[in-house]
Nanobody, 121 residues
């Protein structure tokens, strides 16, 4: 079991920045990712990090604006979000899986409770 807890969400104006954190504990995982849930839409994968070397892959929707990073011990991962847009509004989750290359939410085993991000125009 992996326990995950997100924090750092809030209300920000368009063009602003936020940094989300995801604290992980429990079992070892291979991949940790950030997802976004907007009401009425499917949960969207934003960024995926491989634990072995810290490699990150970004979705096109956030490439160049969002940066995923981690602390050295891999206990916490971050999502730095810059130049936020109203369409970035949603509930942000971190999740883990044992397999690299997985992008669909149903392929992820453990999830945090989510943190709300609201971007006003």
């Amino acid at each position: 079991q992996v326990q995950l807890g997100e924090s750092g969400g809030g209300l920000v104006q368009a063009g602003g920045s936020l940094r989300l954190s995801c604290a992980a504990s429990g079992s070892v995982y291979h991949v940790i990712a950030w997802f976004r849930q907007v009401p009425g839409k499917e949960r969207e994968g934003l960024s995926y990090m491989r634990s072995t070397d810290g490699s990150v892959v970004y979705a096109d929707s956030v490439k160049g604006r969002f940066t995923m990073s981690r602390d050295h011990a891999m206990n916490t991962v971050y999502l730095q979000m810059n130049n936020l847009k109203p369409e970035d509004t949603g509930l942000y989750y971190c999740a883990t899986t044992q397999f690299w290359g997985m992008t669909a939410p149903e392929e992820y085993d453990f999830w945090g409770q989510g943190t709300q991000v609201t971007v006003s125009s």
